[in-house]
C-alpha cells in the first residue's frame, strides 16, 4: 500500500524534519506508563486478551461486556480479522472512500466484490445513505465506513448512523464501523461505541493515534453478536493465537491513566488545530472541510490552483524535508493531501506551515 511504502517510518524519522504525515498524537516513552516488568510472566495470555485490559475497554459501557471485547495487534489485525471473517469472493462490501487503505486492500486481495461510496469536499464529506440504499446486492455481507473519518477529521451525523444501523438490521448485513480516532476528541463530547447500538454493528478502535502508542500494537474487535465474536476469535488464533503479553501489559498500564494522557493529548491538540485552522481561513491557494475531532485534516489545493502536484510533494521533502499524506494514500487526487496536525510540536507545525508556503509559491512563481 502506498501510505505504509511511502510512510515515514519507511522513509526513515532521521531524514524528515516537519512530519505533518502522521495522523496521531506525538508517540510516547515508556516512563510515561508507570510500568514495572520485572515480575511479568512471559506466558501464552487469554486468547480474547487480558481479562483486566477487555474490562477497561468496556467499563463505560453499561451495555458492553468484556467478554465482547477482543484485543488483537492494533486495528490493522482487527480489520484483517473482520474483513477476511465475514467476505469472500462470492460476497459483496459496500466501502466508504476516501479511507485508510486496509479497509480498501483486504477485501480486494481476497477477490470481494466491492461498491464504493465515493465522499466529496462538495457534500461536506457526509454520507450519502440513499446512494449506499441503492448499492445493495443480495450478497451484500458488509458495510465499511471510519467515523472520525480518515483522513478529513469529519464525524458522520448521528442520524446518518441510525440509518445505517437499520438498514443493517433490515437487510441482515454488518456494519463495521473503524472508530480508530473517536478519543482524540479536543472539542466535541466522546460518544460511545457505536456497537452499542447494535449486534450488527463491529467496532474497531485502538492505542496507536489517540495515546500516541503505536509500538504497543494493541487495537481491538467490539461486537455483540456471540457467533460471530467466535468466529473473530478462531481467526486471531490460526493467526498468532494470543497478543504479546507485555503489549497488554503496557497497554492496561496506559489506560488506567488515560484520563491524564487525554488530557494532555487534548490540549497540544487544541492549539496545533488553531495554528492550522488560523492558516487556512485566508488561504489563497488551499481549502478544507474543518474537521470536528482528531488529529487530521484533509486539505485542497483549490481548483483556481494548476500546479504539478507530483513536484509540489518532491519539492516539500526535498528541499524543507517536509512530509504530508499525498491523496493517492487514500486513491484520490494528488490535489488533496492529509495533514497532520497532531504529531508535531508547535513550532513544527509553524516551520511545516511555511514550508507548503514556500513551495507552492516556487511553483506558481
Known amino acids: 500500500m502506498p501510505i505504509e511504502v511511502e510512510s515515514p517510518e519507511e522513509m526513515g524519522y532521521e531524514n524528515i524534519k516537519y512530519n505533518l504525515a502522521e495522523s496521531s498524537v ?75 487503505a486496509t479497509n480498501i486492500e483486504t477485501p480486494k486481495a481476497i477477490s470481494c466484490e466491492i461498491s464504493y461510496i465515493d465522499l466529496s469536499f462538495e457534500s461536506s464529506f457526509q454520507i450519502d445513505i440513499e446512494q449506499i440504499k ?61 456497537a452499542e447500538k447494535s449486534k450488527k454493528v463491529i467496532s474497531i478502535s485502538s492505542l496507536s493515534k489517540a495515546y500516541g502508542l503505536p509500538g504497543l500494537r ?76 482528531g488529529a487530521i485534516g484533509f486539505v485542497r489545493f483549490k481548483n483556481t490552483i494548476n500546479i504539478d502536484f507530483s513536484k509540489f510533494y518532491e519539492i516539500l521533502y526535498d528541499q524543507h524535508q517536509t512530509i504530508v499524506g499525498p491523496g493517492h494514500w487514500f486513491e484520490q487526487s494528488d490535489r488533496y493531501f492529509r495533514l497532520g496536525f497532531g504529531y508535531p510540536t508547535s513550532a513544527e507545525l509553524i516551520e511545516g506551515l511555511m514550508a507548503i508556503d514556500n513551495t507552492i509559491n516556487n511553483l506558481i512563481d
Open 26 to 100: 506525538r508517540d510516547r516513552k515508556m516512563s510515561e506508563l508507570n510500568a514495572n516488568l520485572e515480575d511479568l510472566v512471559l506466558n501464552y495470555g487469554d486468547h480474547r486478551g487480558l481479562i483486566e485490559l477487555r474490562n477497561l475497554i468496556s467499563e463505560d459501557s453499561k451495555i458492553l461486556k468484556a467478554n465482547q471485547v477482543l484485543v488483537c495487534q492494533a486495528a490493522a489485525m482487527s480489520l484483517f480479522i473482520v474483513n477476511t471473517s465475514i467476505l469472500s469472493a462470492n460476497d459483496h462490501l459496500i466501502v466508504i472512500r476516501p479511507n485508510y
Open 134 to 194: 441503492k448499492s445493495i446486492q443480495k450478497n451484500t455481507k458488509l458495510i465499511s465506513i471510519t467515523t472520525p473519518h480518515n483522513p478529513t477529521g469529519i464525524v458522520f451525523k448521528d442520524e446518518i448512523i441510525n440509518n445505517l444501523i437499520e438498514l443493517a438490521e433490515e437487510k441482515g448485513i454488518y456494519l463495521l464501523i473503524d472508530e480508530t480516532y473517536r478519543e482524540l476528541n479536543f472539542q466535541s463530547k466522546l460518544k460511545p461505541y457505536y
Open 218 to 293: 494493541i487495537g481491538w474487535i467490539i461486537i455483540r453478536d456471540e457467533a460471530l465474536y467466535y468466529l473473530f476469535l478462531a481467526a486471531k488464533e490460526q493467526i498468532i493465537i494470543t497478543n504479546s503479553v507485555v503489549d497488554e501489559y503496557l497497554a492496561l498500564c496506559a489506560i488506567k491513566t488515560k484520563e491524564k494522557l487525554l488530557a494532555e493529548s487534548n490540549i497540544h491538540l487544541k492549539a496545533n488545530f488553531e495554528i492550522t485552522k488560523n492558516w487556512l481561513v485566508f488561504h489563497p491557494n488551499l481549502e478544507w472541510i474543518e474537521p470536528e475531532v
